[in-house]
């Protein structure tokens, strides 16, 4: 399901901040190295339980990556390292700080993301030249 020359994001597809994060990436991925699920879909909860995340709440990024699943903060920051540099950098500075430090500083973001940027009722719809790159929503 995951390609050697992608990665996979998974995402909590009715929250508005993870929807713009989705956005983010998609603008500075140039060459398309990330593709994307949301966790409430059925391919989502495949890679889940093939990782041993079947019950990792739906408020966590993961990232698999070569075989690997990563989470929280580690998910972030490997996503990072690959966009623009400014945000390379920013992976790094952030590595400066200990994972429980930076899991706890994003289970706290986490907490509050609904009340402060709401959530949607539907999961992010891209447009057609990107709907390949969404694990969820290409044929199977």
Known sequence: MEPADHAVVLYDGVCNVC??????????DKVGYFHFASLQSEVG???LAQ????????STMVLIEKGRAYVKSTAVMRVARRLTPFWVLSSYA????PRPLRDALYAGFVKHRYRWFGQSEQCLVPTPAL??????LAPR
């Open 19 to 28: 929807n713009e994060s989705v956005q983010f990436i998609l603008a500075r």
């Open 45 to 47: 909860k495949e890679l």
């Open 51 to 58: 990782h041993g995340l079947a019950d990792l709440p739906l």
């Open 94 to 97: 952030l590595a400066l700080l």
């Open 131 to 136: 709907r390949e790159r969404f694990l969820d």
